[in-house]
């Protein structure tokens, strides 16, 4: 399915009923420049998958306005039409302070729920003054939401960690609304998730949602087991659904994607080879002649920068030969840099560079550059089209769509993905090399196969990835989530307990008119 035809999808499937998404991060960021107003998309995977799904029937997406220019060009209510130059739906900005900006998203969001959810080993921080930031921001969102829904129904798509009380907040407000949050990051197992000071509120706020949405299986179960230690509610394991105060939420995995066509299309456009071109005279156009290898992201401790790092250097501590036939192209966004544990990462990863270079360059080779900028997405379609191997190495990552948007890249059909076997990607990409990025030896041994594969194996492998990203796209994501609420949204006021036995019929009643429950 292409972009033009889900939007109509999404328009007809819709049904009249509102469509809201919410998030933290906006689609589009204004930021002031020396000579005006430049508008920015946001590096995000979030936004590509979520436009079109606000853009086909003209909804309305909920965000943070957090560009330095983005009052300027609203109006009194914070909302402005998107795309400027051909409006289609509606950005409704919500203005913080300071004051809860710390508190809601580098606090409570970054650094208590993403150390928790992700368990890399790096201990989250919980502070009561955040928390209560964090309640007071996602009021705000609320009240957002609530004046966007005014006079009728609405679907409103919540996403992320950022806003897990918003469910039972919108519910309690207005129990018409059909709620349906997915959450980008893991679910951690009941363990760890014990250990959040207020796992009870979180847990209810999140049980508001009539549709809860993971990457994996795996991240369904470990929320059920969750709810089933940590709250008092109905865990009905063999319908993957949850009843708290009688009313149900389903749990489901929904594995996220790109947009593949696009992708490819771009990736061959006179813009790449520009950026390509900046690229070789920045970099020297020797770097043509080793094999790259290339690793796209947000400076984050998550994503196993200085794992991959460590493992190019022990490849060539441990194979010499490669000296000047290899290189490393490292492109990296700085991300959340007033968080402590973000510019510590930063700090060693300068260091690291630094010391591997230092290592192992020769006069007229530099074995590793580490390009620290938001790079915007031509140049990182440039820098996956320029490389032999991809590495994503994340310790923990719910999808990880780095490694879908390389694949898509790839219209030569040649290329190496080395994909960490902790990523929900890994499950659907069983062709990338994968690797345990916690395993140092291992990590050289695999950047060493990448070198050796011969181009059959790597034109084998590519095509059955590519063919696996090219049935499972970012649109039929989309149609999941919504076709699953079709099924689910009749049942939703039956009684604790009811739901199984005549779902089928219930079912059938509302397929002829799919979303009548709005009207
Ligand atoms: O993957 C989780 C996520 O929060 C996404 O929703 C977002 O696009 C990405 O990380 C980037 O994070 P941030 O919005 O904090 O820059």
Redesign the pocket.
């Known amino acids: 399915m292409e972009l033009k035809e889900f939007g109509e999808y999404v328009s007809r499937a819709s049904g009249g009923a509102k469509i809201i998404v919410v998030?933290?991060?906006e689609p589009v960021v204004h930021e002031r420049i020396a000579d005006g107003v430049q508008a920015i998309r946001p590096a995000?995977?979030?936004v590509t998958a979520l436009e079109p799904i606000v853009r086909g029937p003209g909804g309305t997406w909920v965000a943070h306005g957090s560009g330095s220019a983005d009052r300027l060009v609203t109006d009194a209510k914070g909302r402005i039409r998107l795309p400027e130059n051909n409006p289609a739906y509606t950005l409704r900005r919500i203005w913080l302070t300071r004051k809860e900006e710390d508190g809601y998203y580098y606090g409570l969001s970054?650094q208590a729920l993403w150390p928790l959810c992700h368990i890399v080993y790096k201990r989250p921080q919980f502070s009561r003054s955040e928390w209560e930031i964090y309640q007071c921001v996602n009021n705000r969102f609320r009240d957002a939401v609530l004046e966007e829904a005014e006079g009728g129904p609405a679907i409103v798509f919540i996403?992320?960690y950022h806003l897990a009380l918003l469910p039972r907040l919108l519910k309690t407000a207005r129990p018409d609304l059909t709620l349906v949050q997915f959450w980008?990051?893991p679910w951690p197992n009941k363990e760890a998730f014990r250990i959040f000071p207020w796992g009870e509120e979180l847990l209810d706020g999140l049980l508001g949602n009539d549709l809860l949405g993971f990457h994996i299986q795996y991240h369904c179960n470990n929320f059920l087991d969750t709810v089933d230690r940590g709250i008092e509610a109905r865990v009905d394991y063999e319908h993957f659904r949850v009843y708290r105060g009688g009313r149900p939420t389903y749990v489901r995995p929904f594995p996220i994607s790109v947009d593949f066509r696009q992708i490819g299309e771009d990736g061959e456009s006179p813009r790449v080879l520009k950026r390509r071109e900046s690229f070789l005279k920045e970099l020297g156009e020797g770097i043509l002649e080793t094999t790259i290898y290339a690793g796209v992201d947000?400076i984050d401790y998550t994503k196993g920068i200085p794992e991959r790092l460590k493992g190019f250097d022990l490849m060539l501590r441990e194979h010499p030969e490669l000296r000047s036939q290899v290189s490393f192209l490292q492109l990296a966004a700085p991300?959340?840099t007033h968080i402590g544990a973000y510019r510590e990462i930063n700090d060693e990863l300068e260091d690291l560079v630094d010391e591997i270079n230092w290592r192992h360059q020769t006069e007229d080779w530099i074995p590793v550059r580490f390009l620290r900028a938001h790079h915007d997405y031509y140049a990182v379609l440039a820098a996956y089209r320029m490389c032999r191997v991809l590495l994503v190495t994340s310790l923990h990552d719910?999808m990880n769509l780095v490694a879908k948007e390389f694949i898509s890249s790839r219209t030569d059909g040649d290329g190496v993905l080395i994909l960490s076997q902790y990523t929900g990607a890994a499950r659907e990409l069983t062709d990338a090399l994968q690797v345990n990025p916690f395993d140092l030896d291992q990590r050289a041994d695999v950047m060493y196969e990448a070198f050796q594969m011969g181009e059959a194996e790597r034109r084998q492998r590519m095509e059955r990835m590519r063919a696996q990203v090219e049935r499972n796209t970012v649109f039929e994501w989309g149609l999941k989530v919504l076709d699953e609420l079709e099924k689910i949204i009749p049942l939703r006021t039956k009684p604790d307990g009811g739901g199984s036995d005549d779902d089928a019929a219930l079912d059938l009643r509302f397929r002829r008119n799919p979303f009548a429950y709005c009207a």
């Open positions: 998030s933290n991060r995000s995977g979030m970054n996403q992320d980008h990051i947000r991300s959340r719910g």
